[in-house]
Structures are given as C-alpha cells and as structure tokens.
C-alpha cells in the first residue's frame, strides 16, 4: 500500500562542525546571552576564566530565548568572534 | 558497471537525480548496495554498512545503497538505519537491478575503478564483505544471514495476503505516523479527497521545530490521519497558517519544558456548517469536527515539523489538549462580539483563532450574587496558573465562559471588556505575599505591600463563551509564558 507521508522526508545533511581550536588565548570568544533569566551572571563567570587564559571576549544577546537567534546576530558572531558560548533554553 | 545501465537514472533521497553512470569519481570505486523494506536480512546490512559511509569514503569507495521502494520509503529508510551515504530509490520495472543480475537482496557489488565488477555478496556475509572492502565491517552476530528474493519477483510470490497478514494500522505504528493513538491510514484517495483540488505541491512554509515543509500534501495527509473530513480541511489549513506565523512563535512552544499546546477556536457561519461544538462538553469529547481538525493541526507540528514528544518536543509533563485542542465559540449564548469580530473580522467572517496554553482549569461558582463577585472568582482561579507566585505574568491567559454565568453578565449590563477589567482589577496580591519560590523582579523590586496584578496588561486576558445552558462552569487556560506567543487569527475561506 502507496501512502502520501505527512513528513518531509528529504534527508538533509548536517553543516560540518568547525575543528576545534588548539588553544583559546589570543582568540575572540563571542558569548551569547539567550536572555535566559541569570544567565547574563553565568556569562559574566565564565568571562573572567576567558580573561585569565588570555582569551578576549565579546559579549552579544539575543531579544528572546524561545526563539532562534536573528540571521543578523549569527553573523555579527560570525564577524567579530573567532569562537562561541552559547547555553539552550528549556 | 551492469549491462546498459550507464544512462539510467534514479532519484535520491536528498533530492536530486543520478545517472548510474555518472557516479563514480576518477580512481574511485563503488560498492552497491541492492536493498527493500521487507528483507530483514537487507535491514540488517544496511544497518551495519550504512554509517560506514564515511570511513569507505576515505578509502576510495563510494556507497551507493540502491533501494528498491519508493523514495519516501527509501528516505525512511535512510533515517532509521542511519546511512551516511547516497540512497537511491529504485521503481518497477527495476532496470538498474536487473542490469546488474539481482535476484537476491541484500546484494552488495563492489565496482572497480575501471567500472568492471570487483566482487559480489549475496545475502549477508561479513566474512566475504572483510575481505572485499577496505573498512572492517561490524563484528556483531549474526555474522552470515540468507538474503530474501528481490523485487519484482518478491511481489510475484506473495502468498495471497490472508485476513492477518497486514495490518494497516499497526504500519502507521511503525511508521511514526501517530501521537499514539490509532490513525486513520493517508491513502492517496483519501489524500486526494481532502485536498479538494488543491495544489498537492503549494507550501505553507515549513513548520518548526524540524522545519519540514508543509505543502498542502503533507498538511492533508496529517488531516487524513486525524480522522477529519475532507470539508475540515478550510479550518484545518487556516490552522496552519495561524501556527507558522513567525509572531505565534509555534517554534518555542514545540520544544519548551513548558506544558502549552496550541488552542484552535473557531468563529463564524462555518462552525454550524461544519457541526463543531461550541455547546454543551465543548471542550471535552464526542465531536469530530472539534477532535480531528485540532489533531490535525497538532499532527502537523509532531509530524511535519519533527516536534514528537520525547523527540524535539522536551515538554516536562506536557498534557491532553497537546493531542487536540479545538472548540468553536457559542456565538448563540453570547451577549458580547464573538472572538472573531473583537480581532477585527467582519460579522459574517469564519476564523480559526491561534492561542498557546495550558490545559484547561474547570472554575464552579453557583452562589455569587453580584457580577463583580463571579468575576472575581473565575479571575483568582486563574491565580495558580503557570505558578501560584510568577506574578505578573506577561502572556495570555484564556478564559471560557460558561452559559449561565455569562447570562449572569449581560443581566448585569457588563461588556465583555468589563468582565475583562473586573478580572484585571481584582486578582492582584501584595507584593509580600508573592515573594515565596519561583516569582518575578518586579514582586522583588516593589514594596512589600505594593499590590501586584496577576498580569502586566488587561489585554492578556481573552475571553470567549462556550458550553452548555446549565450549570455555573468556567475554565481558564493558563498561559504559554516564556514564548511571546502573540494570538493569531486567520480567516476561513466559507461561502454560506
């Protein structure tokens, strides 16, 4: 039996991840804050470890967790940060 | 490479279109693999060769599993036994098989580079695939499995199919095609009959989570599976197009922790049309109209948006209207403007009216004797929602009346906005008695005794009249917090 499926079915490939970097000083950490409630404090922890291992940072935040980030925010990211931190909301 | 099969051609599931003769790169060799669906012998070397892909690729193999189904088949196929490689669909009259001898799947042909046959195995024999290929393939149990007759031949030698021998509604099962309960199978008739000469190919957009695409297809096949009737469809596809307006952000709400499901309230000439219930268990069961046009919405995000609990869907508890959800507005029984009007349709327009929420909370009052008390009691019920504590909370909250106590009301001379504002006025709290687990800034920020309102706007509150004539029930479902889920209206196409 021949049934119209209710999914689409193509299979689409995942972007490649990009290679991890061998070290983070010297390097541009972009974190983002998902405007989570706190997570801005989260972020601002983790920047000091960043800073004390020679890394700089660049901070950018989203307008709302529950929905994907801007196209115009990724590559802001993208632009200006050699890596990114970002957290998943629930 | 087969006898005369360089300038076939076959689809593949990622799309595109492949000529046999053209797949293969220079120094490159090709190992196909002939598969179908009912093999389990060819399940199981597509399962073990299949995310060999990659590690063959870097040898100098390319994998080509050749599948002898449709494509839609194929692509499941490709899912479920996680091949990293081209998966091509094969179709009656079979050329490329029989181009290349098969009369027993799974049947794996490695081709050289010079595109002449390097070796074959029939059937499943790790052993003798060790020593054809570069990758060692898995070391598992059962190590040599028989294969099964390929198609067409397969089909010819069916034994005649006896009363237990498929059934379709345990293959919906195993297709996924559910949110589990039992669905009705989407035949290409059935199909064709809810799409009432749509274009099959027309989109919708696609549908988060997965963001799959919505062609009007694949929206009709999700009708079809909940049982609506084709005449549902107008409702089901104005659904739709309410829950993919980026502004309803139906992309959060499939894949919170929170419990919210997606609300579909009918307005206008086409709930009588249709016999929805906006009368007496409205919200509860026995109408089909009610129950198969909001499974049909929810099928959509589940199915073709990839939104399954326990999958994308990451709902903590979730609850029962995430499996449908749909009533229609008893435009009769209400003194006020039905909800359709209120957001701007015209008298005679029919609506579907988009609302992120909670499970509905059932509110008794049979002894208020002045309006402002009824509203006071339907509005502190409300007060628990989302939690006893978040207040304000700064999304919407639905509130639906039942019969008499909206007679209570319009007795009374109150508008619906009154009944609004009563609500608004009265369920506030002081800040003191709020600062207690889970609650906002602003309870912190403000006096103790400063009174807080359950909401940051009167606007939050949406009100609409359904239910029987008798007895003192309301219901208030609580808000979809967190997603900026804006109410979304869309009119349906209906003449009267």
Redesign the interface.
């Known amino acids: 039996m021949e049934y119209v499926s209710p999914i689409d079915e193509r299979v689409r490939q995942p972007e490649p991840l990009a290679q991890p970097t061998a070290t983070i000083e010297g390097k541009t950490v972009a974190l983002l804050d998902i405007s989570k409630n706190r997570g801005a404090e989260f972020l601002d922890r983790l920047e000091l470890h960043l800073h004390d291992r020679g890394a700089k940072t660049i901070r950018f935040r989203k307008p709302t967790f529950s929905r994907p980030a801007p196209a115009e925010l990724i590559e802001e990211i993208a632009l200006h940060g050699d890596l990114a931190v970002e957290g998943l909301a629930d | 490479m087969g006898v005369g099969s360089a300038e076939l051609t076959l689809e593949g599931?990622?799309?595109g279109v492949y000529r046999l003769g053209g797949l293969q790169g220079d120094e490159e060799r090709v190992l196909l693999v002939f598969a179908h669906s009912e093999c389990p012998t060819s399940k199981l070397a597509l399962a073990r060769l299949g995310p060999l892909g990659p590690a063959l690729a870097e040898r100098g193999v390319r994998l080509v599993c050749i599948v002898q189904e449709?494509?839609?088949v194929a692509?499941?196929m490709?899912?479920q036994h996680a091949i990293d490689a081209l998966?091509l669909a094969e179709r009656p009259p079979y050329a490329v098989a029989n181009a290349f001898g098969v009369q027993t799947v799974p049947m794996m042909i490695l081709l050289g580079s010079d595109g002449g046959i390097e070796g074959t195995v029939v059937g499943w024999v790790a052993d003798l695939l060790n020593e054809l290929l570069p990758v060692r393939v898995s070391d598992a149990e059962p190590r040599w499995k028989p294969g099964c007759e390929a198609r067409p031949g397969h089909d010819a030698h069916l034994p005649p199919p006896g009363p237990s021998a498929?059934d379709?509604l345990e293959?919906m099962f195993e297709r996924g095609?559910t949110d589990g309960l039992p669905v009705v199978?989407?035949?290409?008739d059935r199909?064709a009959a809810m799409l009432g000469g749509h274009d099959p190919d027309r989109s919708l957009g696609v549908v988060p989570p997965?963001?799959?695409?919505a062609t009007l297809?694949?929206v009709?096949?999700?009708a079809?599976?909940a049982g609506c009737k084709p005449a549902y469809f107008p409702v089901v596809l104005a659904a739709v197009e309410a829950l993919l307006d980026p502004a309803f952000?139906v992309?959060?709400q499939a894949v919170?922790?929170?419990p919210p499901g997606q609300i579909v309230i009918v307005n206008g000439p086409v709930r009588t049309a249709l016999e929805l219930n906006s009368g007496m268990g409205a919200l509860g069961p026995g109408n089909r109209a009610n129950l198969t046009i909001g499974r049909a919405a929810r099928?959509?995000v589940q199915?073709?948006g990839?939104g399954a609990a326990g999958g994308l869907d990451?709902a903590t508890l979730g609850h029962q209207g995430k499996i449908s959800f749909c009533f229609a507005e008893n435009e009769e029984a209400s003194p006020w403007e039905p909800l359709s009007v209120e957001r701007g349709f015209g008298d005679e327009a029919s609506t579907v009216t988009l609302i992120g929420g909670d499970a509905p909370l059932s509110i008794s009052d049979h002894r208020s004797k002045t309006p402002r008390e009824l509203a006071a009691t339907i509005g502190w019920a409300a007060a628990v929602t989302w939690s006893p504590f978040w207040w304000p909370v700064d999304a919407t909250s639905l509130f639906i009346l039942g019969g008499e106590h909206v007679r209570m009301f319009a007795k009374a001379g109150w508008s619906k906005a009154d009944v609004r504002d009563a609500i608004y006025e009265q369920v506030r709290r002081p800040a003191r008695e709020l600062r207690h687990g889970e609650t906002t800034p602003q309870v912190y920020a403000a006096h103790p005794e400063e009174l807080i309102a359950k909401w940051d706007d009167p606007e939050r509150i949406v009100i609409v009249v359904a239910g029987g004539e008798a007895g003192r029930f309301s219901a208030v479902c609580g808000p979809s917090l967190?997603?900026?889920a804006a109410v979304i209206t869309r009119e349906v196409p209906w003449n009267t």
Request: charged share 20%.
């Open positions: 599931v990622d799309g449709p494509l839609e692509a499941r490709a899912r998966v498929f379709e293959d095609w199978p989407p035949t290409a199909v997965g963001m799959g695409e297809a694949r009709a096949a999700c079809v599976l952000n992309h959060g919170t922790t929170s099928l959509v199915l073709t990839g990451r967190g997603m900026e």
